[in-house]
Nanobody
Framework: QVQLVESGGGLVQAGGSLRLSCAAS????????MGWFRQAPGKEREFVVA????????YYADSVKGRFTISEVSTKNTVNLQMNSLKPEDTAVYYC?????????????????WGQGTQVTVSS
């Protein structure tokens, strides 16, 4: 069993930056991935970014490429999400996720584990 705890988030003006962190308890297996989804009010949850655990391969949604960067700290079972050049449309609850086949998240595969979510609000 894996438990995920998010931190970071908050309120920022458009063009600003925020960093989210997600700490996992339990064992993250090689071949697993960790990453983030988000859900804006009135919209479905959508894939944002993922990283293959101890493999370093990253997967980004087109909407955040060039602005968001995911990184892992394997010794701490943690992933960080640096979000730059934030836009009002990035406003959402961000959920940390972990599970198999991160390359297919957002399409045919759902993560196995989810965090509670953290609010990110970008004002215009």
């Amino acid at each position: 069993q894996v438990q995920l705890v998010e931190s970071g988030g908050g309120l920022v003006q458009a063009g600003g930056s925020l960093r989210l962190s997600c700490a996992a308890s339990g064992r993250i297996f090689t071949g697993y991935g960790m990453g983030w989804f988000r859900q804006a009010p009135g919209k479905e949850r959508e894939f944002v970014v993922a990283i293959s655990w101890r493999g370093g391969i990253t997967y980004y949604a087109d909407s955040v490429k060039g602005r968001f960067t995911i990184s892992e700290v394997s010794t701490k079972n943690t992933v960080n999400l640096q979000m730059n050049s934030l836009k009002p449309e990035d406003t959402a609850v961000y959920y940390c996720a972990a599970g198999q086949t991160p390359s297919r998240w957002g399409t045919s595969v759902e993560p196995d584990y989810w965090g509670q979510g953290t609010q990110v609000t970008v004002s215009s």
